[in-house]
């Protein structure tokens, strides 16, 4: 179960549909479109269960905050949860980025995702920025649909 749920809630997408405004993150590509290639990266290294390639998609700052358990603080300590996580195995996760919304040399993604195999879905908010001149994953938070 926990696996399972830290899987969906690291937020990878095998299929994407980013929504933004097409305004342009610090004079990059458009924002939807890396949001989208950063999205099916992640989900690409989920199914994979590539540890390593999923933490090289975060900002070496990055933070989690899964639920119900501690804060997760930096890539070295990403790396050894998805190290963890990916033990068993990758698994097909599929996320839709809902909304995008651009701030000054960031953005807030907002989304929903599925885990085929379980039929469990989980909601997110993902701030993303520029990292050597490539979007990264900065902070994440997320739950599941489930009751109680």
């Known amino acids: 179960m926990k696996r399972r749920t830290w899987i969906l809630a690291s937020l990878a997408a095998l299929t994407v549909v980013p929504v933004a405004s097409g305004r342009e993150l610090a004079g990059q590509s458009s924002l939807a479109a890396d949001v ?16 390593v390639a999923v933490t090289a998609l975060f900002t070496s700052d990055a933070r989690l905050f899964p639920p119900g358990q501690p804060l997760v603080s ?7 949860r998805y190290e963890e996580m990916f033990a068993g195995g990758g698994a097909a996760v599929r996320f839709a980025a809902l909304e995008t919304r651009e701030g000054d040399g960031w953005a807030v993604v907002q989304g929903s995702g599925e885990l085929p195999a379980t039929g469990l879905t989980v909601k997110f908010l993902m701030i993303v920025e520029r990292e050597g001149g490539a979007l990264k994953i900065a902070r994440l938070i997320w739950n599941d649909d489930r009751e109680g």
């Not at 930096?74 to 050894?80: D, S």
């Open 36 to 51: 989208e290639g950063l999205l099916r990266g992640l989900g690409d290294a989920y199914a994979a269960g590539d540890a």
């Open 74 to 80: 930096g890539r070295a300590a990403l790396g050894e």
